[in-house]
């Protein structure tokens, strides 16, 4: 990558980590991600490598069979695995996701239950907020969970957009539950939803109907999940107590808000790599194109960006590892690296000319997948309303 989105201070493991990631991300995953993502084809074989490598309990405490990193670690694995292909990182996001929910906001039964099985990846995780008729205004939740008269609940409603939705087998869902509380926030709670992998009724009253078929983002299933009277019990309430669950996907949200940046970093990476690859083989007018001053400029334009992405990245994993708050850093990194990233890969797309249209080159790919990194864990938009909301609470006069 030469002297582009290098950290600073790692340790030898973290080192030794990213080392290893990117040797597999170079020979295993770049030289199939064309025809797989082309197929739609899940990467079976990828996902088997990660789990060898570790890959799903990363983050997870070691006294629960993980590794224990940080999310600093986690963050640059997950840069390097978007630069070979962007789905890939989707298959651990989710789950990363949900690890860490049960990390925070977990009862230690429910740690033990699944956590050790999380590290090995034999349990797999999903985490459902959105619905058909709400993505960013998590308020407008419906799906609902009602008390039965044994303590147990039944969950009716619609969930839309779950990554994993297929290959999952544990999925944390917001639901609207009635405690009473004024706040329509504190009306919600997540379950611990088990089911088995695949399509149809893959448990008691929850159908996952197919994959959505997508613009990017291939081989990696995008569901929705439909439970008509789902009977789950009181137990499976994560961390035991009901009208938690808002906060608790609001936690777990910040923490995927750096995911989704360093996905968006390693896009742009990749993006960068091509473009400046491609201009020094290409010739026009007599000379190579990096050797125009308008594809030089470009190139320095997106080298800079890639730079203050991965920084910017780098700075609120860091914040969230030392336990510092970091919803404004997170929101921030979250949206200049994925609003960059569009703009790299874009420029990446141009330096290619006609063959940058082309299905045989990899930036093709990456013009599709680029495009998701505007929208997953909350828009630009939304990013902003967190960032301003903050900062006027910061700075008030
Ligand atoms: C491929 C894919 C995978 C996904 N995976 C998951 C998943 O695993 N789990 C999950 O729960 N969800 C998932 N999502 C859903 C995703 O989080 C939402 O799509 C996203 O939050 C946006 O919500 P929406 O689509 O409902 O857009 P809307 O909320 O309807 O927004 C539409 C537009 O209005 C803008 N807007 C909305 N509100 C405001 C406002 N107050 N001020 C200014 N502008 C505003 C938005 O920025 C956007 O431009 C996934 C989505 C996709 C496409």
Redesign the pocket.
Known sequence: MGRLAETEGLTDIQEEILKTVRQFVDEKVIPVAQELEHADEYPTEIVEGLKELGIFGLMIPEEYGGLGESLLTYALCVEEIARGWMSVSGVIN?HFIVAYMLMQHGTEEQKQKYLPRMATGEVRG?????EPG????VSAVSTKATKLEDGSYSITGQ???????GSSTLVAVLTKTDEGAESVYKNMTTFLVEKTPGFGETAQGVTVPGKID?MG?KGID?TEMIFEGHQISADQILGGTPGKGFFQMMDGVEVGRVNVAARACGLAIRGFELGIAYSQQRQTFGKKIAEHQAILFRLAEMGTKVEVSHNMMVRAARLKDTGKRMDVEAGMAKMVASEYANEVVEDSFRIHGGYGYSKEYEIERLMREVK?ML????????QK?IIGRSLLKDYKS
């Open positions: 989710t999903a985490f459902s907020m959105s709400l993505g960013s205004d969930k839309m957009w779950l990554t994993n939705g997508k983002y995008t998701f929208i997953g864990e909350g828009t630009s938009d939304i309303m």
